[in-house]
């Protein structure tokens, strides 16, 4: 189940790193930290996690207005490192990014059942990878620029 605005905004989400407090300030163990804050994005949606200076940083999570959530690392006010996306069509992707972009290993689980586990560059499926498709059907290989090679 996905937690709503109103769960993380008053604490009753877990962002996987620390609770949310109900004040604008995480609580740590011990005691309270500017480096951590809840932020609401208005454009976005809403944001609870790292901030260096006004920007998203370090671990967080954020609510898209679409529904989307994505919990992980920040750099900057752009997904970066580990992290995992649940679209809004219920598309999750556990993995690797760089700056907004799905880049490095990861598995993306689509909704209709299908699979891909493998590499990623600038958002594409690009090196060896296997996708397994909704009928069970398994094709492991080689992609580049997102298109099954061979």
Known sequence: RRPTIEEVRYGVVETGYYPVAKSLWM??????????KIEIVT????????????????????????G??????????ER???????????DVYNGDWRYNKKHG???MEFKNGGVYIGSYINDKREGIGSLTD???NVYKGGWTD???QG
């Open 27 to 36: 609580k740590r163990n011990r005691g309270f930290s500017t480096s951590w």
């Open 43 to 66: 454009n976005k949606g809403t944001y609870a996690g790292g901030d260096n200076y006004g920007s998203r940083s370090g671990k967080g999570i954020q609510i898209y207005t679409d």
């Open 68 to 77: 989307s959530v994505y919990r992980g690392g920040w750099d900057f006010d």
């Open 80 to 90: 970066h490192g580990k992290g995992q996306m649940i679209s809004r069509n219920g």
């Open 105 to 107: 290993e990861g598995i």
């Open 134 to 136: 909704e009928q069970g």
């Open 146 to 148: 997102g298109v099954i």
